[in-house]
């Protein structure tokens, strides 16, 4: 029986994240979500209690404030957090050409995507050296390995730089048996942020398009998502870091 930890996943309240949640609850850890949705959270204590202690945390992942108050009580609540799971992110709705990108739009998908990873990973790592075991998980995606299909340039820059920050983060922490991963997706159906993208604004024509060149020939789910993280915070993965694992239904293959 693996040991039981005390996780952060961010933006818990939806989709992938919710996922992940559930997971590391089911494995017998003590999670507590971070994010901004405070109803989504309350919600997710009733539904999650079957499975474990959910602990709702209203943070807001840009303020560095909200992250420091939060990671100083959970530890002093729950002990050192040893598994963190940088999920939250997204493209903020920012499609448009490059010429077109404010400045305001480019550090907000940075801030929210890349710089939130930073934070909170950088509050976290006294607690994991302490106890000289630790996991972090990096949410990427499709749009930092080749190109976005939903995004513009500032969520493919900032989840391509969520890649160096795991590589060259893997290098420092490894030894101090902390290991750091990322995850990839492709286009997962995780909430209605992607069911607007894929149903609204993409013909039938460009649904199939994108179909054909995955060879699983369809979207992926949130627990599938979730299953590759679960295992790169076990202890199945101790030889596994700094590492991008593709989760995208075999996109690369075309
Ligand atoms: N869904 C996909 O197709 C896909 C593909 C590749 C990568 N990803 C990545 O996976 C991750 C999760 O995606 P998703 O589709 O499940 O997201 P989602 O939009 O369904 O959920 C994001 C969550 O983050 C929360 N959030 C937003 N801003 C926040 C803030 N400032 N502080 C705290 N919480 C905040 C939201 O309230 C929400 O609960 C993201 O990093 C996304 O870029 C998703």
């Given at each position: 029986m693996s040991e039981k930890r005390t996780a952060i996943v961010t933006?818990?309240?939806?989709?992938i994240g919710k996922a992940v949640v559930g997971k590391l609850l089911s494995r017998g850890h003590t999670v507590a979500g971070f994010d901004v949705d405070e109803q989504g959270l309350q919600e997710m204590v009733s539904e999650m209690s079957h499975l474990g202690v959910f602990i709702p945390a209203r943070v807001d992942v840009s303020s560095e404030a909200d992250i420091e108050a939060s990671v100083q009580s959970l530890q002093e609540q729950?002990?050192?957090?040893t598994i963190v799971v940088n999920n939250v992110g997204g493209s903020m709705g920012v499609s448009q050409a490059i010429e077109n990108v404010t400045s305001d739009e480019w550090d907000a998908i940075i801030e929210l995507n890349l710089k939130s990873t930073f934070l909170v990973t950088r509050q976290v790592i006294p607690l994991m050296k302490e106890a000289q075991w630790g996991r972090i998980v990096n949410m990427t995606s499709i749009a930092g390995r080749g190109r976005s299909y939903f995004g513009g340039t500032p969520y493919a820059a900032a989840k391509a730089g969520i890649i160096g920050f795991t590589r060259q983060g893997s290098r420092e922490l490894g030894a101090h048996g902390i290991t750091m991963n990322a995850v990839a997706p492709g286009v997962?159906?995780?909430g209605e942020r992607i069911e607007r993208y894929w149903h609204?604004?993409?013909?039938e024509e460009e649904r199939q398009g994108f179909l054909r060149l995955v060879p699983l020939g369809r979207l992926g789910a949130n627990e599938e998502i979730a299953a590759v993280v679960d295992f790169l915070c076990?202890?199945?993965?101790?030889?596994?870091?700094?590492a991008v694992i593709d989760a995208n239904g075999g996109f690369w293959v075309g």
């Open positions: 933006g818990a309240a939806k989709g729950f002990g050192p957090i997962v159906m995780s609204d604004r993409k013909s076990s202890e199945a993965s101790s030889y596994i870091t700094g």
